[in-house]
């Protein structure tokens, strides 16, 4: 290995983190690299100043406060939002609320004919063709819980009000343990579907402050995304979050890929390659940053 | 207090488990093993102490209101760290901008007490004057320079003694991600620790790229 490789693994060397074979090529280089055990020497120096940020104390009051805080934190707010939340209580009332509201579209003229995919088995079936490929990972009910929010958004007001009700079904079904974040974002999607954006923002936030055990990052994106008039990519971003919603959910390549092909136009052919590799490393949040980028016209390197 | 004792002899996802049964005995306990530990990680990410022990604090709040979604066959360590990382997320997006207003080149054209002219004054090498407390300040300015991904990939590897494979798991990035972040990282603060001791910076690290 050349100078150039072995410093590149000179900080995995120092963490103990090299498999064998690359620890050993790494400590007999720098047994006869006099530039390299510099190099190293260098680094290790970085590590001793950065030693000096010594840990402080906190304030004597700490758990006083904390304790305080949590307390408070458990009565019900009031007046911080605007309109009723979707809580675990109310989210059903929510949902019949939003059916609602899509079945007076639907009476408006708004038609939303049978997608042939659903109108031949429902769901299921449209799950196992969202899936034609064998699973990368383990993580079935994460897995189809992407995959019913996939065909919500791939289908989208193609969907009968009848399939999109089952398909939540499905979603509700799924997602274990945490159905009011799940109720909630649905009720932001409303929001957004009504192009209400000043609602979603809000209750987006909201969900992302109630919830911080989530990584809901992509959703303070999304709302970005969302006010500028951008709503093509904002439901994308909402079906990635799903993602992240549930962290060890995986995402299947080449779906994740042909999903974003209708971005093809604006991404150049090495930001292709990215989103391929980002998706590959299944980490959508990697896409995310790309996608952003683009879009605010940022640079080519992620 | 009269079970302090076995209370601290408890594990932490023991004490979680406990805490979601009742205890505010388990939840004190938890306070005070992470009380510090996570305000000075949260530091290491906002570059100020008063606004982190309000994050820790939050982070907490959150341990106490979700304490029945936690699972206590996985780790109470990586939940905490993951609640606390998204906290200070959400700060830097409630600030606009994950970069302190200040850089440090502007912060050195100031002038007058820099440590730079300092060091020079008294006729100090660098690392011979390492305790100096305006030091501490400028190396944490050094980091909270860094892109958030660097920033939490090295500290949460130097400063929290996490393994790649653990980090990994809690960014959702692989541990060959985070090896080249924290090479990138130190890289980084090399360059940014040269231009705070000029006597360093002639063995510094050279960049490669």
């Given at each position: 290995m050349n100078c150039r490789r072995i410093r590149k693994l000179l900080t995995a060397y120092t963490d103990g983190e090299l498999a064998e074979e690359n620890r050993r090529a790494v400590s007999e280089h720098l047994a006869e690299c006099e530039r390299c055990r510099e190099y190293a020497a260098d680094l290790s120096k970085v590590l001793d100043w950065a030693a000096l940020l010594r840990d402080r104390q906190t304030s004597p009051n700490f758990l006083a406060r904390v304790k305080a805080r949590a307390r408070a934190a458990e009565k019900?707010?009031?007046?911080?939002?605007?309109?009723?939340?979707?809580?675990?209580?109310?989210?059903?009332?929510?949902?019949?609320?939003?059916?609602?509201?899509?079945?007076?579209?639907?009476?408006?003229?708004?038609?939303?004919?049978?997608?042939?995919y659903l109108s031949q088995g429902g769901p299921a079936t449209a799950l196992s063709r969202a899936f034609p490929d064998k699973p990368t990972a383990p993580g079935d009910a994460e897995r189809l819980i992407v995959g019913v929010q996939r065909i919500k958004m791939i289908f989208g007001s193609k969907l009968s009000e009848n399939a999109y009700a089952q398909l939540n079904e499905v979603q509700f079904a799924l997602a274990k343990g945490d159905k009011t974040v799940v109720q909630e974002l649905q009720q932001a999607e409303e929001f957004v579907r009504y192009k209400d954006f000043a609602q979603a923002r809000r209750l987006l936030d909201q969900i992302e402050r109630e919830h911080p055990e989530h990584a809901l990052a992509p959703y303070a994106r999304m709302t970005k995304i969302f006010t500028t008039e951008q709503p093509g990519y904002g439901w994308q971003l909402l079906n990635n979050s799903y993602a992240a919603l549930l962290r060890d959910t995986v995402i299947n390549p080449k779906q994740f890929y042909n999903q974003l092909a209708g971005f093809q136009t604006e991404v150049t052919e090495y930001g292709w390659q990215k989103i391929v590799q980002s998706a590959e490393r299944l980490n959508p949040l990697n896409v995310l940053d790309y996608l952003e980028d683009r879009l605010a016209g940022g640079t080519e390197t992620l | 207090m009269k079970d302090t004792a076995t209370t601290a002899t408890l594990s932490d996802e023991a004490l979680m488990t406990s805490f979601a049964a009742g205890s505010e005995e388990a939840f004190e306990e938890l306070v005070q093993r992470y009380a510090a530990k996570i305000t000075n990680f949260i530091r290491r990410q906002v570059s100020d102490f008063a606004t982190a022990e309000e994050i820790a604090q939050d982070t907490f709040v959150a341990v106490y209101r979700k304490k029945h979604t936690f699972n206590p066959e996985y780790s109470f360590s990586a939940w905490f760290y993951k609640i606390a990382i998204n906290f200070c997320r959400m700060h830097f997006r409630r600030k606009k901008s994950s970069l302190p207003t200040v850089s440090m080149e502007e912060s050195q054209q100031e002038g007058g007490s820099s440590l730079q002219a300092a060091l020079v004054h008294k006729g100090l090498?660098?690392?011979?004057?390492?305790?100096?407390?305006?030091?501490?300040?400028?190396?944490?300015?050094?980091?909270?320079?860094?892109?958030?991904?660097?920033?939490?990939?090295?500290t949460l590897s130097f400063y929290e003694g996490m393994t790649y494979q653990e980090i990994g798991l809690l960014l959702g990035c692989s541990p060959g991600t985070v090896a080249s972040r924290k090479h990138t990282a130190v890289k980084k603060l090399a360059s940014k620790l040269r231009r705070l001791a000029p006597a360093t910076a002639a063995s510094g690290p050279r960049g490669e790229e």
């Open positions: 019900p707010t009031s007046g911080a939002f605007p309109f009723p939340v979707p809580r675990a209580r109310t989210a059903l009332a929510g949902l019949a609320a939003a059916c609602l509201v899509f079945l007076l579209g639907y009476l408006a003229g708004v038609t939303f004919p049978r997608h042939k | 090498g660098p690392l011979d004057d390492l305790s100096h407390k305006d030091t501490e300040e400028k190396v944490q300015r050094a980091i909270g320079e860094l892109p958030t991904k660097h920033r939490l990939v090295f």
